[in-house]
């Protein structure tokens, strides 16, 4: 059983990380075809393309005109405890044991749009560059043309050495989207989470973002490699709802 997930915009280069193992990144030679034309754009063009401050703008300026090979633990980060968004919120990764952490490297995969496709433990230089960014490189038109062909095989490769045919999809569209999920042989399991509002159940994106993260690791603590288990989930007032699930769809509500 393999997960996926999206990166975050918010980063924690200033807590020291909770383990000195690392891993580096498979598709650093991809990254670095697309360096040189974020490199080339001033500050207020990077903060046009992204739709960010211009602070942002240049903070983003200056990770990519600094952002360098080899990656070393004092240059870089493992990804997991790099990401300090809402999933990575739920997934609390820096309080995980070094086992968990392992199983967590073997489980998981985070997709990206500058690295393709991440473990935990990969070292990561700090960046920003969402997958839909409309952005051309060398000839491909944006960046989901760029990495689709280079991220379904290491997703499946991923998937192939997980021992279960099954991918767990966690991630938001606009990642998920950078996998050609028809060239995939596995059984694709996409959650949803969902709040009580206004009587009704929805997706509020902040709840249902950090609920991802709790998934994750309700997988990793509890061993789970068959995908009925996955209705044990009962993190922060979740349950599994049976009458709003569909095949490939279990949902599970709170409130």
């Given at each position: 059983m393999l997960i996926v997930i999206s990166p975050a915009k918010s980063l924690d280069y200033k807590t020291p990380p909770v383990t000195t193992t690392y891993t580096m990144p498979d598709m650093l030679d991809e990254a670095e075809k697309i360096l040189p034309k974020l490199r080339k754009m001033k500050p207020k063009q990077l903060s046009e393309l992204m739709g960010i401050s211009a602070n942002l703008g240049q903070l983003n300026y200056d990770r990519f005109q600094t952002?360098?090979?080899p990656f070393t633990p004092e240059n870089a980060k493992q990804a997991v405890l790099a990401f300090s968004g809402d999933v990575f919120q739920g997934l609390e990764a820096p309080t995980m044991s070094e086992e968990q952490l392992q199983?967590?490297?073997?489980?998981?995969?985070?997709?990206?749009?500058?690295?393709?496709v991440l473990r935990p433990l990969d070292l990561m230089q700090p960046y920003r560059l969402e997958?839909?960014?409309?952005?051309?490189?060398?000839?491909?038109?944006?960046?989901?043309?760029?990495?689709k062909n280079k991220i379904t095989p290491k997703v499946q490769e991923a998937i192939d050495e997980s021992g279960s045919k099954v991918l767990i999809n966690l991630a938001s569209n606009e990642y998920y989207k950078s996998i050609d999920t028809k060239k995939l042989d596995a059984e694709i399991i996409t959650p949803q989470?969902?709040?009580?509002?206004?009587?009704?159940?929805?997706?509020?994106?902040?709840f249902a973002k950090k609920a991802r993260g709790l998934m994750t690791r309700f997988i990793v603590e509890n061993d789970i490699d068959?995908?009925?288990?996955?209705?044990?989930?009962?993190?922060?007032?979740y349950v599994y709802n049976p009458r709003l699930s569909k095949v490939g769809n279990p949902v599970f509500t709170r409130g």
């Open positions: 952002w360098h090979q199983k967590l490297q073997s489980k998981l995969r985070i997709l990206s749009g500058l690295y393709g997958m839909g960014t409309k952005i051309k490189i060398e000839r491909s038109a944006d960046l989901y043309a760029f990495w989470f969902k709040d009580m509002k206004n009587g009704q159940y929805k997706m509020i994106s902040f068959n995908v009925d288990d996955l209705q044990a989930f009962d993190a922060e007032g």
